[in-house]
């Protein structure tokens, strides 16, 4: 079995320190840069939009994994591409005409991904898994860092893998939010291929160690 990836989330890093904070993930064993841009309408908050992440992307030397919060991301999808992202995850909530969405993603040189909310359904994706790169199923509602995590994210995460196996789709599972060392391993058991963790990274005394332990105890 694949080693899982580590996604550490900049919405947690000291944007006063941004550089700083992107380079520790430059030199850790971290996988992907998780970017989260909230709109406010999406979900109740704003987090930064495209001059930061285009501060992040000078620095930044692994895969940009920018997960939009907001409502028609199909008006940015040519100026996340030019942006640098590898990874553009869009919510299913907030896709009206998501095979079109999905199919613009990859047109524009990225790989495609689709956030699901706590309440949505692993089924509804039934008939796009087979275009879909990365599935990223939020472990606590999105908007904020720091919350606990959803238990039921277990169920999901088996069912998403049913779904995968059945259709024979090559798509990654992401987690996102509440992630820590305590739920890294039942996470990988359960499934999951990329952790994204925010708090349990940035809000540590040594965050370079942080995720080293991340990933050695989901390995
Ligand atoms: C929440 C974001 C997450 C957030 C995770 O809406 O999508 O990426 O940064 O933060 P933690 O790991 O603190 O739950
Ligand atoms: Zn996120």
Same mark, same amino acid.
């Given at each position: !079995?694949?080693?899982?990836?580590?996604?550490?989330?900049?919405?947690?890093?000291?944007?006063?320190?941004?550089? $700083?904070?992107?380079?520790?993930?430059?030199?850790?064993?971290?996988?992907? *840069?998780?970017?989260? =841009?909230?709109?406010?309408?999406?979900?109740?908050?704003?987090?930064?939009? !495209?001059?930061?992440? #285009?501060?992040?992307?000078? *620095?930044?030397? &692994?895969?940009?994994?920018?997960?939009?919060?907001?409502?028609?991301?199909? $008006?940015?999808?040519? /100026?996340?591409? #030019?942006?640098?992202?590898?990874?553009?995850?869009?919510?299913?909530?907030?896709? /009206?005409?998501? *095979? $079109?969405?999905?199919?613009?993603? #990859?047109?524009?040189? !990225?790989?495609?991904?689709?956030?699901?909310?706590?309440? /949505?359904?692993?089924?509804?994706?039934?008939?796009?898994? @087979?275009?879909?790169?990365?599935? +990223?199923?939020?472990?606590?509602?999105?908007?904020?860092?720091?919350?606990?995590?959803?238990?039921?994210?277990?169920?999901?995460? %088996?069912?998403? &893998?049913?779904?995968?196996? &059945?259709?024979?789709?090559?798509? +990654?599972?992401?987690?996102?939010?509440? =992630?820590?060392?305590? @739920?890294?391993?039942?996470? %990988?058991?359960?499934?999951?291929?990329?952790?994204?963790?925010?708090?349990?990274?940035?809000?540590?005394?040594?965050?370079?160690? /942080?995720? #080293?332990?991340?990933?050695?105890?989901?390995?």
């Amino acid at each position: !079995m694949s080693n899982i990836k580590i996604a550490p989330s900049l919405l947690a890093a000291d944007f006063g320190n941004l550089q $700083r904070d992107v380079e520790m993930v430059n030199n850790s064993v971290a996988d992907w *840069h998780h970017i989260d =841009v909230m709109d406010g309408v999406f979900v109740p908050n704003i987090s930064y939009g !495209m001059p930061v992440v #285009k501060a992040i992307a000078a *620095h930044a030397t &692994k895969p940009l994994d920018v997960h939009l919060m907001i409502i028609d991301p199909d $008006r940015y999808i040519q /100026t996340f591409a #030019k942006l640098g992202a590898e990874i553009l995850t869009v919510h299913y909530e907030a896709c /009206t005409h998501l *095979h $079109r969405t999905l199919q613009a993603i #990859k047109a524009a040189g !990225m790989k495609a991904g689709v956030a699901l909310n706590p309440h /949505t359904n692993i089924n509804l994706l039934e008939d796009v898994i @087979n275009d879909i790169d990365v599935v +990223l199923i939020m472990s606590v509602n999105p908007g904020f860092g720091g919350q606990s995590f959803i238990e039921n994210t277990y169920t999901k995460i %088996k069912a998403l &893998k049913e779904l995968i196996v &059945k259709k024979g789709a090559s798509t +990654l599972i992401e987690i996102d939010g509440g =992630v820590s060392s305590s @739920n890294a391993k039942a996470l %990988k058991d359960a499934g999951a291929d990329v952790l994204v963790a925010g708090s349990f990274v940035f809000k540590s005394s040594n965050p370079t160690e /942080t995720i #080293k332990e991340l990933k050695n105890c989901a390995n």
